[in-house]
């Protein structure tokens, strides 16, 4: 992929490449725009591309609005949640105060929202190994009896 090959190819190309990413990402989504994968990465070349450019503001604005359309697709992405709270929060680092609060508190809301899908995560997964744990020691049981 040209995004993880720009990132290990530090200097010059990597924004050319990065650039690149970005028009075929453009082409795949008029093609395929409901695709969770292609917004989540295309978020996160804007992302990196802002990071290269000294968080250009335009960018970081661009890879926020990927990944709302990529949580529209699949809205308990921990990782599209916190990647947005991360682009908001660069967003209001470069503006004016009643601007970058604004920008801020959206940030938090991503943020307290990540540690939600966390924590049904942790809950699905404890209730699945306790439901496991429960059907081997009736197995065991019976298996024994």
Known sequence: MLSERSRMKKGKGTHALLVLACRKYQQV???NP????????WGNVLLYRAKME???PVLLKQAAQKYC??????PSSYNALKN?????????????????W??????EQKFR????VLFHS???????????SLSLSLSLSLSLS
């Open 102 to 107: 604004s920008l801020f508190t959206m940030a």
């Open 113 to 116: 929202e990540c540690l939600l």
């Open 84 to 100: 947005w709270g991360v682009a908001l929060s660069k967003q209001a680092r470069v503006k004016a105060p009643p601007k970058a």
């Open 122 to 132: 942790l809950a699905s997964l404890y209730t699945a190994s306790f439901s496991l």
């Open 29 to 31: 989504y008029e093609i």
């Open 54 to 56: 000294e968080d250009n």
């Open 34 to 41: 409901a695709n969770f994968e292609l917004l989540y990465n």
């Open 69 to 74: 359309e990529a949580l529209v697709l699949k």
